[in-house]
């Protein structure tokens, strides 16, 4: 038996860094300024990605507290990077075309002069995108055992998944996903039953983090246990 829901919208989350997957022939590119010294992030930096005929061709920006932009559908192309901020020597760097989607880290030392990029809008976090989750009952259960073996199927990235009889998931605890098919004990009495199963995607932002719950997907099972 399977049950699939197709994707669907993820809610905006501020701050959230997520490299998502872009059309053939282009590529996400992040830019994370450091200060040299210090190595930590340098908020207000401006970031010009493009040529050396025309330096901000595919975007100009400012970081954020997190020291971080990025530009999406980058083509396969020589990129030059330029990166400037009162109190620091600007950088200008020239980097090979690639059709992977890459980071790029770049640290400013205090000074002054140097390359300067003219950017005056503060980067935002494009949207997100929740994964498509579909189910596999791969066992169903036994008059002895009242379990089903599941399979949870991702399209995207999630770290935890939860199962449950109850809607509202209470007292389902958030385990580590997995690949691998997975066990669930259903309640001890006989019949037809709704299994609710949910992924999420949590990622560590500065000193805090960031959770995206998937939507919930029922899944019916009869159970034939004693």
Do not use: N
Not at 180 to 199: C, E, I
Request: aromatic share 8%; with cysteine; proline share 10%.
């Amino acid at each position: 038996m399977k049950v699939f829901r197709p994707w669907g919208e993820w809610c905006t989350a501020a701050g959230l860094w997520l490299l998502m997957s872009m059309p053939a022939g282009a590529a996400v590119v992040g830019v994370r300024v450091m200060d040299a010294v210090t190595g930590k992030p340098v908020e207000d930096a401006a970031v010009c990605v493009g040529t050396p005929a025309e330096p901000g061709q595919f975007g100009a920006v400012r970081t954020g507290p997190d020291g971080r932009v990025q530009f999406a559908d980058i083509p396969y192309a020589p990129l030059q990077v330029t990166v400037s901020r009162a109190g620091y020597r600007g950088v200008r760097e020239r980097y090979p075309p690639a059709d992977f989607d890459r980071v790029l880290q770049v640290r400013l030392h205090p000074g002054g002069l140097g390359p300067q990029c003219r950017a005056s809008v503060r980067y935002a976090p494009p949207p997100a995108r929740k994964p498509g989750l579909a189910v596999d009952i791969l066992a169903g259960p036994t008059p002895v055992t009242h379990e089903v073996q599941l399979r949870i199927r991702v399209q995207g990235k999630a770290t935890h998944y939860r199962i449950s009889e109850d809607p509202d998931f209470r007292g389902a605890a958030w385990l580590p996903y997995t690949k691998a098919p997975v066990t669930f004990r259903l309640s001890p009495s006989r019949g037809d039953k709704t299994l609710y199963v949910q992924v999420r995607l949590q990622r560590k932002i500065g000193e805090g983090t960031v959770e995206i719950d998937s939507e919930v997907i029922r899944v019916p099972v009869h159970d034939t246990g004693s």
